[in-house]
């Protein structure tokens, strides 16, 4: 009987980025989305971990190192070692950076294939398709398209989701059973309609489990493919990349689970897997199927995100629209380019990035609301006694709502939830969006009651009243602080010891007003 992990123990996993090139905006993206999704969930209590790594195996890798002439380990080190340096550059709080070039993990996929294998869902046969090099995928007639290749004028045959260029192969290789799991599947989305966000992606996916689908071939001959891991018990054949490559997410969790632990996954399934929408086949049809093959639970969600275009095209290395993500972050600092990407990054549709908008969100919301109300109602002028201030303002809540409070008031009062609803679905921009408008709403409050003006009267009730602002407009800026802390932390973290919040009472339980 599988026994399940602690229910408190919360699994988030970046996809592993593919060596061939250094990392770019996009991956940038993926890791702070991801990041703002485990730091949520630190907030709400939950014992957190977080994967991410590099995909080292494949035929598109080899053929990149022999061009390069370089050693294939050593070409895929160089690679790793940037995504790893972005990763930190980020603040990315992964707590295991997996390599599927690491020996634990050859272990893991040795096991697992073998698994496969034992249960009978592996068989040998002969495969012939359209193979994409780029994307390490087959692809069926009606999943390709021919024409003029812009770049060459040559006209040839395409991958349609991808773009990528493909070749027919044919040759003999393991496959798996995958057309037995059709309906397994789309009855785990029915059932589970929040398993696959947002609906445009989990409705992709229903509509190729419905239009039907061959087997999986699960290996390449040695002869071509050499850098991966030798099927077991048969030297001329390697494991499919992709098999090789979603295994990564047992082996972060010490995957195969020993009889010491009593078989028993700490972590494992995942929680959320954050990947882009290119990615979803794989991680919404083929890793299910696998897991469900080989008697291991499947994974709670996966949250495709969109992509980022510039002038809305495509970034593209020959357009030279791609964006540097080190330069990104020392052009306008860490925290502030987090924020942005979450706030303008899509979900469902594609984020648009261009440096005029940075700038646009750094001021009107980082600036012109977050620290400027912040330092209006810290002004020295005012004389703030962060410590008594709120007990004065308490007690006279308890007895009088003052009509200039109410607006603020509700607006506070709705804030955590309204928020809540939002970042748990992985809208987190949207969210944003909201704690920016309590935020506006908080600014014309100060504006309308003008505190540095009451704070020059001397009579008992301006200065009670004087309390009562203070108390709302910093109130409004506590509880931004700590919700934004899973997008900004380092400047919330600076912004909450300036407030006096006590590091104990920086949980989303005290995000309530």
Same mark, same amino acid.
């Given at each position: 009987?599988? !026994?399940?992990?602690?229910?408190? %123990?919360?699994?988030?996993?970046?996809?592993?980025?593919?060596?061939?090139?250094?990392?770019?905006?996009?991956?940038?993206?993926?890791?702070?989305?991801?990041?703002?999704?485990?730091?949520?969930?630190?907030?709400?209590?939950? &014992?957190?971990?977080?994967?991410?790594?590099?995909?080292?195996?494949?035929?598109?890798?080899?053929?990149?190192?022999?061009?390069? &002439?370089?050693?294939?380990?050593?070409?895929?080190?160089?690679? =790793?070692?940037? #995504?790893?340096?972005?990763?930190?550059?980020?603040?990315?709080?992964?707590?295991?950076?997996?390599?599927?070039?690491?020996? !634990?993990?050859?272990?893991?996929?040795?096991?697992?294939?073998?698994?496969?294998?034992?249960?009978?869902?592996?068989?040998?046969?002969?495969?012939?398709?359209?193979?994409?090099?780029?994307?390490?995928? #087959?692809?069926?007639?009606?999943?390709?398209?021919?024409?003029?290749?812009?770049?060459?004028? *040559?006209?040839?045959?395409?991958?349609?989701?991808?773009?990528?260029?493909?070749?027919?192969?044919?040759?003999?290789?393991?496959?798996? !059973?995958?057309?037995? #799991?059709?309906? *397994?599947?789309?009855?785990?989305?029915?059932?589970?309609?929040?398993?696959?966000?947002?609906?445009?992606?989990?409705?992709?996916?229903?509509?190729?489990? %419905?239009?039907?689908?061959?087997?999986? =071939?699960?290996?390449?001959?040695?002869?071509?493919?050499?850098?991966?891991?030798?099927?077991? &018990?048969?030297?001329?054949?390697?494991?499919?990349?992709?098999?090789?490559?979603?295994? %990564?997410?047992?082996?972060?969790?010490? @995957?195969?689970?020993?009889?010491?632990?009593?078989?028993?996954?700490?972590? #494992?399934?995942?929680?959320?897997?954050?990947?882009?929408?290119?990615?979803?086949r794989f991680h919404a049809v083929y890793w299910p199927a696998l897991l469900m093959a080989a008697g291991l639970p499947l994974p709670k969600r996966i949250l495709a995100h969109a992509h980022?275009?510039?002038?809305?095209?495509?970034?593209?290395?020959?357009?030279?629209?791609?964006?540097?993500?080190?330069?990104?972050?020392?052009?306008?600092?860490?925290?502030?380019?987090? @924020?942005?990407?979450?706030?303008?990054?899509?979900?469902?549709?594609?984020?648009?990035?261009?440096?005029?908008?940075?700038?646009?969100?750094?001021?009107?919301?980082?600036?012109?609301?977050?620290?400027?109300?912040?330092?209006?109602?810290?002004?020295?002028?005012?004389?703030?006694?962060?410590?008594?201030?709120?007990?004065?303002?308490?007690?006279?809540?308890?007895?009088? +709502?003052?009509?200039?409070?109410?607006?603020?008031?509700?607006?506070?009062?709705?804030?955590?939830?309204?928020?809540?609803?939002?970042?748990?679905?992985?809208?987190?921009?949207?969210?944003?969006?909201?704690?920016?408008?309590?935020?506006?709403?908080?600014?014309?409050?100060?504006?309308? %009651?003008?505190?540095?003006?009451?704070?020059?009267?001397?009579?008992?009730?301006?200065?009670?009243?004087?309390?009562?602002?203070?108390?709302?407009?910093?109130?409004?800026?506590?509880?931004?602080? +700590?919700?934004?802390?899973?997008?900004?932390?380092?400047?919330?973290?600076?912004?909450?010891?300036?407030?006096?919040?006590?590091?104990?009472? *920086?949980?989303?339980?005290?995000? *309530?007003?």
């Open positions: 009987q599988r !026994r399940e992990k602690d229910a408190n %123990n919360y699994f988030v996993t970046q996809p592993i980025f593919y060596v061939n090139s250094v990392p770019h905006i996009g991956h940038f993206y993926t890791m702070v989305l991801a990041d703002t999704i485990k730091r949520y969930a630190d907030l709400l209590g939950k &014992n957190t971990k977080m994967s991410g790594g590099t995909d080292e195996h494949g035929l598109k890798i080899q053929q990149a190192a022999e061009r390069a &002439n370089e050693d294939t380990l050593g070409f895929c080190t160089r690679y =790793s070692d940037k #995504f790893r340096e972005l990763m930190a550059a980020s603040n990315a709080s992964v707590t295991d950076f997996i390599r599927t070039s690491d020996p !634990r993990h050859h272990r893991a996929v040795t096991h697992f294939w073998e698994l496969l294998v034992e249960r009978g869902h592996i068989y040998k046969g002969r495969h012939e398709g359209w193979y994409a090099v780029s994307d390490e995928a #087959f692809y069926t007639e009606s999943q390709i398209e021919e024409r003029v290749d812009p770049a060459t004028g *040559r006209r040839g045959r395409f991958a349609v989701e991808s773009g990528q260029p493909v070749e027919w192969v044919s040759e003999e290789n393991y496959k798996f !059973r995958l057309s037995a #799991f059709k309906g *397994r599947l789309i009855e785990w989305i029915e059932t589970n309609p929040d398993v696959i966000y947002p609906d445009i992606r989990r409705n992709e996916v229903l509509g190729w489990l %419905n239009s039907g689908f061959d087997d999986l =071939s699960v290996s390449r001959p040695r002869s071509r493919l050499k850098w991966g891991v030798p099927v077991p &018990n048969d030297a001329d054949h390697t494991i499919y990349v992709w098999v090789d490559a979603l295994v %990564n997410y047992a082996t972060v969790d010490s @995957y195969p689970w020993a009889a010491s632990s009593g078989g028993k996954p700490t972590f #494992f399934p995942p929680d959320i897997q954050v990947v882009g929408k290119d990615i979803v980022w275009t510039m002038g809305a095209q495509k970034m593209s290395k020959s357009k030279g629209n791609v964006v540097d993500p080190f330069e990104a972050i020392a052009t306008y600092g860490l925290d502030p380019i987090r @924020y942005f990407m979450i706030r303008n990054g899509g979900i469902s549709d594609d984020g648009d990035y261009s440096s005029e908008e940075v700038l646009v969100r750094y001021k009107k919301d980082l600036i012109g609301q977050l620290a400027n109300l912040a330092s209006r109602c810290l002004s020295k002028s005012l004389c703030v006694h962060l410590d008594g201030f709120r007990g004065i303002a308490e007690q006279q809540l308890d007895h009088h +709502i003052d009509a200039r409070d109410v607006s603020l008031r509700a607006v506070l009062l709705e804030l955590p939830n309204r928020v809540k609803e939002r970042f748990d679905v992985g809208e987190f921009g949207r969210g944003l969006g909201i704690v920016f408008d309590a935020l506006a709403v908080a600014n014309k409050y100060v504006a309308d %009651n003008e505190p540095w003006m009451i704070v020059k009267q001397t009579d008992t009730a301006s200065k009670a009243r004087l309390q009562t602002v203070l108390f709302y407009s910093l109130e409004a800026v506590r509880l931004a602080a +700590i919700m934004l802390q899973p997008v900004m932390p380092l400047k919330t973290e600076l912004l909450l010891n300036h407030l006096s919040v006590s590091k104990s009472e *920086r949980g989303w339980k005290y995000a *309530r007003f």
